[in-house]
């Protein structure tokens, strides 16, 4: 695998049980890679360490007054220096190729993971962590990885060293032979505990990591709240831990450095003392020492693989349990989907207080006088498929919520957590395990995770936009029955188009005008009116909005709510909201307490008819709601004196409540 090869077609399937578990995995795939790199490794090293042999035969050739070995002795140190450029050369091309398709592939993992879970990944694991797993962790993990066959290169060349001065000269060999594994291991004992003092970094670096990004993330609402402070002084003080951890961790690993340096020169003493011995005594030759001793000193270079090696894995390990951490979650459903995707029975007709919404709320739950799980006129379709996806009417067995299709449904629930994992659920393939929605009587979890995203696109409260131009953010698979100025106008980013014109240097075309990461230099409507575009132009069989006017004035939203019902006639479309404005041109509300659909209507008829609603549309609190009702009740006493001639206090009461909140309803909306 070459760079200019990447992306892996398929990264593979990675084996995510352990951290160790999943650096193996990496190294047995791409295994073509490290024996390359191995072979270059043992060319380099072996060249390295036969220049003693060489320097040593031409001093005793010198000694012997010898002209021919002499000659021998310089070719061979032109084989070795040529064998040292070549392998060195090809060893850090290998090393470095190793290295960047490990992080590669490490990367593509998290990217198909996060696809995988969609917005579920940030709620099982904190957004910052998944930052520093994909940046820092990644190239550390490559590290490691491609440090394995040149630590492997090192250890056979010591191995063939050591056998080479046995054969050599095997009174000295045998010093060498004894000393080396004593270096080798001498640094084992401390391993341990600077690879705890390296966890404790990483982590700590880990958290500071996350503190950071989730405040920039949050650095509007800081300001907004005068928090910047606090955060300063909570990053400051985490900031200083990881750099008293990375202190701890440096001087343990200094010692192991130093132990490396000293115990080597230690043993080179020892050899030279030894030889000069042994030549006093005439047993070896002048060459014989040099060669040696040169090839003492030499071993010292591959010898750094050790420590390097162990530092590698020591950094590594706790960057690949985190990855490991990330890789092992799955869905609560198949992504393959587990069935044919056929129609089936749909689970709407069933009975049960879960499944008739009807049944919930009384006779304004019905609409058009019939149950919500039967038929209910033309505008509905039963199960059925369009493009080879089902299409019909989209139901939620748990909630019992029931969005008609060719319907604008809006969804009022007064828990914001609640309606977000709702609008996960109705997308299909949730984070939990549960009872499947259905489209058209097919359950979702059945649909492969494309097929169900294609036809159920959800939009999340906090919708993401990647930097580009405004044509490549709208370039997204879509029908093509809905083009971009369409979606555009539905979603009113007139003054957003304006606004990314007048902002982008040398851009004519809005279409051509950029965007910054995450639209950071546009205000939180006019990112919510982007992404509002971008799911129009998709034009799927189903769109589920959570909360898409949040941030958006009573003016805009307003003609939003229009041009968005307008756009999506006679498609299917679920909108989770509490404004009035869109409450209003929904064509069919459901009012969800307690985790069921208690109400269904029309939004008048609901404010009317159910307090419960009225109170979470209203933001009204009971207290409120109390004392106006004993106001009204006090009205309809006085005028309620005396038999048959006026309704009763309760009745006049309530109805003049309702008209005080409808006033203030159409108030909000005349001003829009």
């Not at 919708?463 to 083009?483: F, K």
């Not at 709510?561 to 756009?567: F, S």
């Amino acid at each position: 695998m070459q760079i200019q090869d990447l992306p892996f077609s398929d990264p593979g399937v990675p084996d995510a049980r352990s951290g160790p578990r999943f650096l193996w995995w990496l190294f047995r795939n791409q295994l073509g890679g490290q024996l390359k790199s191995l072979a270059w490794g043992l060319l380099h090293f072996a060249s390295v360490s036969a220049l003693p042999f060489c320097v040593g035969l031409a001093v005793q050739a010198v000694v012997d007054r010898s002209g021919g070995r002499l000659a021998l002795a310089g070719a061979l140190l032109a084989v070795c220096c040529a064998g040292n450029a070549l392998g060195d050369t090809f060893l850090h091309r290998a090393a470095i190729t190793n290295w960047i398709t490990a992080a590669a592939r490490v990367q593509q993992l998290l990217a198909r993971k996060a696809a995988l879970l969609g917005s579920a990944l940030t709620r099982r694991v904190a957004a910052g962590e998944v930052v520093a797993v994909s940046t820092g962790d990644v190239e550390k993990i490559g590290w490691f990885v491609e440090a394995v066959s040149r630590f492997t290169a090192a250890a056979l060349t010591i191995v063939l060293v050591c056998v080479g001065l046995l054969l050599y000269q095997p009174s000295l060999g045998i010093v060498v032979i004894i000393g080396l594994p004593v270096l080798a291991l001498a640094v084992l004992p401390l391993l341990p505990r600077a690879t705890r003092r390296a966890d404790v970094q990483r982590e700590k670096a880990g958290r500071a990591t996350e503190l950071a990004s989730d405040t920039v993330a949050g650095l509007r609402v800081l300001r907004g709240i005068g928090g910047e402070q606090l955060f300063l002084d909570r990053y400051r003080r985490a900031s200083q831990e990881v750099r008293h951890a990375a202190v701890r961790s440096a001087r343990m690993w200094s010692l192991i450095s130093a132990i490396q340096v000293l115990l080597p020169g230690l043993l080179l003493i020892a050899v030279i003392w030894h030889g000069v011995h042994l030549a006093r005594d005439g047993r070896i030759g002048v060459g014989e020492l040099v060669t040696v001793y040169s090839s003492v000193m030499i071993l010292t270079y591959p010898l750094r693989h050790f420590e390097e090696i162990a530092m590698a894995y020591s950094f590594s390990r706790p960057s690949a349990r985190r990855a490991a951490r990330v890789l092992s979650l799955e869905r609560a459903t198949d992504a393959g989907g587990s069935g044919t995707g056929g129609p089936r029975t749909s689970e709407c007709g069933t009975s049960g207080s879960k499944t008739n919404e009807s049944g919930t709320s009384g006779s304004k739950a019905s609409e058009s006088g019939t149950s919500e799980s039967g038929t209910s006129g033309s505008k509905r379709s039963g199960p059925g498929t369009s493009g080879g996806l089902p299409s019909g009417d989209l139901y939620d067995p748990e909630t019992g919520l029931l969005a008609p299709a060719g319907l604008l449904t809006a969804v009022v629930c007064g828990d914001p957590d609640a309606a977000g994992r709702l609008a996960e659920r109705l997308g299909g393939h949730p984070s939990e395990r549960g009872t499947p929605v259905s489209l058209g009587g097919v359950p979702l979890d059945e649909l492969p995770l494309d097929s169900a995203r294609t036809a159920v696109l959800v939009q999340d409260k906090d919708p993401v936009l990647l930097s580009g131009t405004l044509r490549d953010l709208l370039d997204v698979p879509a029908s093509g029955a809905v083009g971009a100025a369409q979606a555009l106008a539905a979603a009113q980013c007139e003054d957003v188009l304006a606004a990314l014109v007048q902002g982008s240097v040398d851009a004519e075309d809005p279409m051509d005008a950029r965007i910054t990461e995450r639209g950071r230099s546009l205000s939180g409507g006019q990112r919510q009116r982007l992404a509002l575009a971008r799911s129009l132009v998709t034009d799927p069989e189903v769109l589920v909005l959570d909360e898409p006017t949040s941030a958006v004035d009573s003016h805009t939203e307003a003609r939003i709510a229009d041009g968005v019902r307008g756009l999506r006639q006679g498609r299917t479309t679920v909108v989770f909201t509490s404004s009035p404005l869109l409450l209003d041109r929904a064509e069919r509300v459901v009012f969800l307490h307690e985790g069921e659909a208690a109400a269904v209507g029309t939004h008048r008829d609901l404010v009317r008819g159910d307090p419960r609603y009225r109170a979470v549309v209203t933001r009204e609190t009971d207290e409120e709601t109390g004392v106006q009702r004993e106001e009204h009740a006090v009205l309809g006493g006085l005028a309620g004196d005396g038999p048959g001639l006026a309704p009763s206090g309760d009745a006049l009461g309530n109805d003049r409540l309702d008209d005080d909140v409808l006033h203030r309803l159409e108030e909000i909306e005349e001003t829009a």
